[in-house]
């Protein structure tokens, strides 16, 4: 095998690694946001503890990478995809500790009926999901126009978290003994809002790999 091909089958590995550890931390977003809903706190625990799963590719892929630049010493572009995979791979990481704190959340909030049916939480997570499918997309495809549309997307986010959190806000004097619980709800929104910024980050790390410039997409 060619040195090239070497080189091109262990990028491959450090990609499928960093797919599954960003479907991983999809599913746990999702899953963290049905727990909330269903108030299921078992399996708020469960997604806890299953962080570790997400940790543990995170250190798989920084080793491979670290393995990858020793033994074939890449340059140009070739060290600029190593580089990239590994930032996202922290940006993955930090979507899938999102989940562990909206599972808190339900903990905290425990089985306290819920002020009102919670519909606009989960769209907003739909949303900043989309987002997170995209930039991967836009990584794989070294697709810039694909990562810059997230920024569109992410001002959606952005206007849907204000407008809950005003709302949710508004609940609190009509309802002071519900505060425990309208907070926690207002922190849930704050994490989904940040899911779509490591999303946004992800696009700019895309951007640079194909560009070799650092682009601002909240700019």
Excluded: W
């Excluded at 091909?5 to 049905?34: G, Q, Y």
């Excluded at 606009?120 to 995209?134: G, H």
């Excluded at 990584?139 to 809950?164: Q, T």
């Amino acid at each position: 095998m060619s040195t090239r091909s070497n080189f091109d089958n262990n990028l491959k590995e450090l990609n499928d690694l960093l797919i599954e550890m960003a479907r991983k931390s999809e599913s746990a977003i999702k899953e963290s946001i049905n727990t909330l809903i269903q108030q299921d706190l078992e399996k708020a625990k469960e997604i806890i503890q299953n962080d570790t799963i997400i940790d543990d590719l995170e250190h798989e892929i920084n080793n491979k990478a670290i393995v990858l630049i020793a033994k074939e010493s890449p340059v140009a572009r070739d060290l600029r995809r190593i580089i990239v995979a590994l930032k996202i791979s922290s940006e993955v990481e930090r979507i899938a500790d999102n989940a562990v704190n909206i599972a808190k959340s339900t903990l905290h909030i425990g089985d306290e009926k819920h002020i009102k049916e919670i519909v606009d939480i989960p769209k907003m997570m739909d949303l900043a999901l989309e987002m997170l499918s995209n930039s991967l997309t836009s990584f794989l495809k070294e697709d810039v126009d694909l990562a810059k549309n997230c920024a569109k997307k992410d001002d959606k986010v952005d206007e849907m978290y204000g407008i809950l959190i005003k709302e949710l806000m508004g609940y609190i004097q009509k309802n002071p003994d519900k505060t425990n619980q309208i907070t926690q709800l207002a922190f849930v929104c704050r994490y989904i809002e940040r899911v779509a910024d490591h999303s946004t980050n992800i696009a700019e790390h895309v951007i640079y790999l194909v560009t070799g410039k650092r682009y601002d997409l909240n700019a």
